[in-house]
């Protein structure tokens, strides 16, 4: 049986060596693991049957932590950020050497974000690391947008499920990358792209 509550405390010290925890989010629950360990990170992969060729998206709860595992930030993604953030919305950075290659699946570049959940930017306001965290499912699975979901999806494996209610949107977040400092969308979700171009024109 998978513990669940609301401790930040006790998610904090499971984070701290290297367990996982799910985390709520505004989109769907992620199964999150210290994003800069890659036992913690092979931990994710492994229980989520993930292939290692399909990146991780990292979290945190601010842009300034951002800076410290990414370089060359386009102008255009601080607007983004300070429109979009905390939001729906993953950005893709080029990252430091202190991300990884397993967290990026070997990639030079790292998807960063930041959730509007009130619990889990309290607990990420007190890590000093982000997050890695897919959707808290079996690959392949519908993604979960509230705890009884992730039950049926693991049995074991996660060391914690910080309990947010259930997600209010149920999409994952839209991935924009840059190209030349413009912006491209990688994937959509939840943030529309008419509301993307109404900031950007602006």
Known sequence: ?????????????????????AIPTET??????????????????????RPYEDPLICHTNSFEKILNYTKNIPEVAIKLADCFWP??????????NIIPD????NLSTVG?????????LELLHQLEYPLAAPSANIFGYISPTETKHITQNFKSGIDYILDGGKCNLGIESTIIGFLNNIPVIHR???????????????
């Open 28 to 49: 769907v629950y992620g199964l999150a693991g210290n994003g800069t360990n890659k036992e913690a990170v092979n931990k994710i992969f492994s229980i989520k049957k």
């Open 102 to 105: 397993i967290t990026t699946s």
């Open 1 to 21: 049986m998978i513990k669940i509550g609301n401790d930040i405390n006790l998610a904090k010290k499971i984070l701290d060596i290297n367990g996982l925890v």
């Open 87 to 96: 939001g729906p919305m993953t950005l893709i950075f080029e990252k430091k």
């Open 188 to 202: 959509l979700g939840s943030l529309v792209i008419e509301d993307i171009k109404k900031k950007l024109v602006k």
């Open 112 to 120: 960063f974000r930041i959730p509007n959940n009130t619990i889990s």
